[in-house]
């Protein structure tokens, strides 16, 4: 029998992870897991789980690719767990990749597998802590926003979409993202998009205009307005705080 050991926190399980845990299995017949423990994560990892590590193990457990879920409570016993467990194969995610060589000392092979890029326990993290806005102005400066919010890990909003006062952009896309409506749909575009915030970004409007979008979105209940004046200093400025 050739058995496969692994190691990580799994914490907020993800596709991402089952993905990982069926390549590792293909690699062998005997899946183990070493799962770090929550004094671990926050004493060694500085890091605090969603689930504790009985939730995160029955989690792991359920998983057909998995046969054995053990505790990690060091970083050395990876060691001493090879030996026990007879493992065949190491497996870890490539961002760890040459850390690990060593082990082949052991008689293990070590395998890096590549990680699913589009998600992560940390983006979910992340995501669930965000706000839903939504920009009003489906223009450049408005897409320079949604530009933003692509390339800085620490723009703080989820865009969910444009709303524009112009019939002819309504239904249409910017960078993937539609406009939904203008003024006059706005109180069920917000209820259907759990938008908490709607940020004004229409720089070449006149000023009576704006003053009149304003009035009727203070009308929303629970929903706060931000005027984006410029672009060029909405991060460094913290003017979407």
Not at 74 to 87: P, T
Request: proline letters at 2%.
């Amino acid at each position: 029998m050739k058995r496969v050991i692994t190691y990580g926190t799994f914490d907020l399980l993800h596709y991402g992870h089952i993905h990982l845990l069926k390549r590792a299995k293909a690699l062998g017949d005997y899946l183990i897991v070493g799962l770090s423990t929550n004094e671990f994560n926050q004493k060694e990892k500085n890091k605090d789980c969603y689930f504790d590590y009985d939730k995160r193990k029955s989690l792991l457990e359920a998983i057909r690719y998995v046969d054995l879920v053990i505790p990690e409570e060091n970083w050395k016993q990876k060691v001493s767990d090879i030996e026990k467990y007879h493992a065949d194969v190491f497996v870890i995610g490539d961002d760890w990749k040459g850390k690990f060589d060593h082990l082949e000392d052991l008689g293990v092979e070590v395998v890096y597998l590549s990680r699913t890029e589009e998600i992560s326990t940390s983006k979910i993290k992340k995501d669930l802590n965000q706000e839903n806005v939504l920009i009003y102005g489906a223009g450049e400066s408005g897409v320079l926003l949604v530009k933003e919010s692509r390339i800085n890990p620490n723009f703080p909003y989820r865009i969910v979409g444009f709303l524009d006062d112009n019939p002819n952009k309504k239904g249409g896309k910017l960078y993937g993202l539609k406009v939904l409506g203008g003024l006059e749909d706005v109180e069920k575009i917000v209820e259907k998009n759990d938008v908490s915030k709607i940020i004004i970004s229409m720089p070449s409007v006149e000023q009576s205009k704006i003053s009149n979008i304003l009035k009727e979105l203070n009308k929303l209940k629970d929903i706060s307005v931000k005027i984006l004046p410029n672009v060029d200093n909405l991060i460094e400025e913290g003017n979407l705080s």
